[in-house]
């Protein structure tokens, strides 16, 4: 536990932020101040809604926020990841809809602009040998083919030994029925 500790306190940053400034370039700003003091290069906005958008005047708005991500990246030779959640999930046949890019409120630039897409979807009911529902990694975007491909993953949380991701092998995968997967 001690080791766990020190690896976080050592590797991660929290990044904080005041509600009147809770906004984009703000975030950036601190974001880059990490890579220049601390060599970080992975930053994680988590999530999207939660910043102050009352910048937002017309359709474009959320095309330069991801343009200025990209940007972002390119100075600083970073990755980020963006956490953006769907609207209201739809329901088909009893069972929420596997989101897509396309999902997230707002813009179908947040699928457009973006170099990786990718969803995590909770299984309801379907319960893996964890007790757990299992979730499922869908890779629903990828623009450069050497990064990785389209497909799916399934894995559970094991609460019962710390809340780690277990892989959920190909014997024991649960199926989800054609009509809800989007490959």
């Known amino acids: 536990l001690n080791n766990s500790k020190d690896f976080i306190k050592d590797h991660f940053y929290l990044v904080k932020i005041d509600l009147e400034k809770l906004t984009l370039k703000a975030i950036l700003d601190k974001f880059k101040e990490l890579v220049f003091q601390k060599g970080i290069n992975i930053c994680v906005i988590d999530p999207w809604n939660m910043l102050d958008h009352?910048?937002?005047?017309?359709?474009?708005?959320?095309?330069?926020?991801?343009?200025?991500?990209?940007?972002?990246?390119?100075?600083?030779?970073?990755?980020?990841?963006?956490?953006?959640?769907?609207?209201?999930?739809?329901?088909?046949?009893?069972?929420?809809?596997?989101?897509?890019?396309?999902s997230i409120a707002g813009s179908s630039d947040f699928c457009n602009k973006a170099y990786n897409c990718l969803t995590a979807y909770r299984v309801l009911g379907q319960k893996t040998e964890y007790g757990s529902d299992a979730v499922q990694v869908h890779v629903q975007k990828v623009k450069r083919k050497e990064n990785g491909q389209q497909g799916y993953f399934t894995i559970a949380p094991d609460f019962r030994n710390g809340g780690v991701y277990r892989s959920i092998e190909n014997k024991t995968r649960l199926t989800i029925s054609n009509d809800l997967a989007p490959f």
């Open 54 to 102: 009352s910048a937002q005047r017309d359709f474009t708005y959320i095309g330069k926020m991801l343009s200025e991500i990209t940007q972002f990246c390119q100075q600083t030779n970073t990755h980020l990841i963006l956490v953006a959640h769907p609207r209201k999930m739809e329901m088909e046949n009893g069972r929420y809809k596997i989101p897509d890019p396309y």
